[in-house]
């Protein structure tokens, strides 16, 4: 059964930092990209960044970039995003999903598989 677990979020304060982390299982070969996207309430479920199973990443939108940091360990079976200096509008409830057999998109309908999210507050 493939499945992804995000963990790593929190609470943190403004400026401050996280790393979430998306374990993937079931995925017999690493022909896939990950995405991270996140959906603060209220709000429309937001990418963020994606790397492709080349290690090519894509920032899926503006505001996060130069920020946040993704990065990929195959042998692990594991994606994360290196969040830095956290702003308040970076609260959300952050997913990882797989695209199998492709590249990254900011289109979140063309993932097959979807984690449970981790929630992210930032408040002082």
């Known amino acids: 059964q493939r499945q992804l677990v995000e963990s790593g979020g929190g609470l943190v304060q403004p400026g401050g930092s996280l790393r979430l982390s998306c374990a993937a299982s079931g995925f017999i070969s690493d022909d896939y990209s990950i995405g991270w996207f996140r959906q603060a309430p209220g709000k429309t479920r937001e990418g963020v960044s994606c790397?492709?199973?080349?290690?090519?990443?894509?920032d899926l939108s503006d505001s996060a970039k130069g920020r946040f940091t993704i990065s990929r360990d195959n042998a692990k079976k594991t994606v994360y995003l290196q969040m830095n200096s956290l702003k308040p509008e970076d609260a959300a409830v952050y997913y990882c999903a797989v695209r199998l057999n492709a590249i990254c998109t900011t289109l979140n309908t063309a993932y097959d598989y979807w984690g449970q999210g981790t929630q992210v507050t930032v408040s002082s």
């Open positions: 790397i492709s199973n080349s290690g090519v990443t894509s």
